[in-house]
C-alpha cells in the first residue's frame, strides 16, 4: 500500500506544490484535505492509498494557516483545501486544463464515500494513462488464474482461492469501455496479481471477441454516400488497437479477456 505523506507546516506545504509544479514527478499525486475544524478528512485516504498501490502518491493536508503557502504557489483554480480531494496527473496539462485534474467535494460521510471512489478511479485512469502498468513492478507478482464472479461498481470480482474476492479496475483495461463490456459473470480469466492491492492486471490478456471484430469489419469505418453524408459507424477516440469502435448510438463493441 501506497503511504499516505502528511503536510504539517509551510515548508511541506510549499515542497508538495514545487513537486506538483516541477518535472521530477513519475506518477500521479494524490492531494486530500482535512476541512477546518475537524481532524479527520470525509475523504478515506487510506482506502484511496491501498487501491493505488504503487501508482500513485498520496498526500493528506489539513485547512490551515500553511494551506495557503500551498495555494499561493498553485495556479488559479489548481487549488485544492476545506475538506476536497483531486489527483495531479503527470505532466502540467492541469495547470490550463482543469478538466484534467476535477475536484472532489466532500462535505460529511456520505459525500466522503463517493469522493473518494471518484479519486481512486481518476488515480487509476491517470496512471494507465501514463503507461504505468507498463512498468516493470517493484514488487513480486503472482500469475493467477479464476473466474468472474461478479461484476459490480466499475470492479470485476473474481474467485482465486483466496478467502475473498481479488478485484479487476474497469480504469486499468480499456480506457472508455465500461467493464461489464469487457467482463462477464462466469468468465475465465488470467492475470498478474498483486497482494498489497488484491487487484488483479489483465491488459497482457485482453483480446477482441469474435463479435467486436465483426463489428469492426462492418462497421467501424467512415465512408460518405452519393449525398456526402457521413455513414455507418464512426471511431471511438481511443486508438484501433486499443479497443473497438463505436456504432452511431455510442454503443462499443465488446473487448472480451482470452480465456486461460
Excluded at 60 to 78: D, K, N, Q, V, Y
Excluded at 131 to 138: A, F, K, S, V
Aim: with cysteine; aromatic share 4%; glycine share 8%.
Amino acid at each position: 500500500m501506497a503511504s499516505v505523506q502528511h503536510i504539517d507546516d509551510e515548508r511541506s506545504a510549499g515542497a508538495l506544490a514545487d513537486l506538483l509544479n516541477g518535472n521530477a514527478r513519475r506518477r500521479p499525486v494524490v492531494v486530500v484535505t482535512i476541512p477546518a475544524g475537524r481532524s479527520e478528512p470525509w475523504i478515506n485516504v487510506e482506502e484511496l492509498a491501498r487501491e493505488a498501490g504503487n501508482l500513485a502518491e498520496v498526500y493528506l493536508m489539513p485547512t490551515g494557516h500553511f494551506t495557503w503557502e500551498f495555494s499561493r504557489r498553485m495556479a488559479e483554480g489548481t487549488q485544492v483545501y476545506g475538506g476536497a480531494g483531486r489527483v495531479y496527473p503527470i505532466g502540467h496539462e492541469w495547470s490550463a486544463d482543469l478538466s484534467k485534474s476535477p475536484l472532489r467535494f466532500a462535505f460529511d460521510a456520505k459525500d466522503g464515500e463517493r469522493a473518494t471512489q471518484q479519486l481512486i478511479s481518476d488515480a487509476l485512469r491517470m496512471a494507465a494513462t501514463a503507461g504505468l502498468l507498463q512498468q516493470r513492478p517493484t514488487r513480486e507478482l503472482r500469475q493467477v488464474s479464476g473466474s468472474v464472479t461478479g461484476v459490480v461498481a466499475g470492479r470485476a470480482l473474481v474467485d482465486v482461492g483466496n478467502m475473498f474476492p481479488a478485484s479487476i479496475a474497469e480504469e486499468l483495461t480499456v480506457e472508455d469501455v465500461p467493464i461489464d463490456r469487457i467482463l462477464r459473470v462466469g468468465q475465465k480469466i488470467s492475470g498478474w496479481y498483486d497482494a498489497e492491492t488484491n487487484r488483479i492486471d489483465v491488459t497482457k490478456s485482453l483480446r477482441r471477441s469474435r463479435r467486436a471484430r465483426d463489428v469492426l469489419r462492418r462497421r467501424c469505418h467512415l465512408h460518405q454516400g452519393h449525398d456526402g453524408e457521413e455513414r455507418q459507424g464512426r471511431p471511438s477516440a481511443v486508438p484501433e488497437d486499443q479497443h473497438t469502435c463505436r456504432d452511431d448510438n455510442g454503443a462499443a463493441g465488446r473487448r472480451h479477456v482470452q480465456p486461460s
